[in-house]
């Protein structure tokens, strides 16, 4: 089973950056694919962007290149989303994923990832 717990959410003014942390635990091997999607308000749940099991893919979300980017840290088992340059229309619930099948492609589709963690709220103002 694996537990995931996002973290690093709040509330920010347009143009301020915010970095969001995923702790991944975990019973097995580490080798996993991460995600990020989030929630606006009233709206359905999008792709933000994903990393490959070693970190040499990454896969992003057209509302958010060049101004997001994921990374991990296999050390502490964390994933984290650095946000840069943020807008109002980011405001929404976060959500870390992670699907264990590492030799897939990476998806933006949610149906993809398996395992979730419960969300971190982030509000834009402007």
């Known amino acids: 089973q694996v537990q995931l717990v996002e973290s690093g959410g709040g509330l920010v003014q347009a143009g301020a950056s915010l970095r969001l942390s995923c702790s991944v635990s975990q019973s097995t091997a580490s080798t996993y694919i991460a995600g990020w999607f989030r929630q606006p308000p009233g709206k359905e749940r999008e792709f933000v962007a994903a990393i490959s099991w070693n970190g040499g893919s990454t896969l992003y979300g057209d509302s958010v290149k060049g101004r997001f980017t994921i990374s991990r840290d296999y050390t502490v088992h964390a994933v984290y989303l650095e946000m840069n340059n943020l807008k109002p229309e980011d405001t929404a619930v976060y959500y870390c994923?992670?699907?264990?099948?590492?030799?897939?492609?990476?998806?933006?589709?949610?149906?993809?990832?398996?395992?979730w963690g419960q969300g971190t709220q982030v509000t834009v103002s402007s």
């Open positions: 994923a992670v699907d264990r099948r590492s030799w897939r492609t990476l998806s933006p589709n949610r149906e993809e990832y398996t395992y």
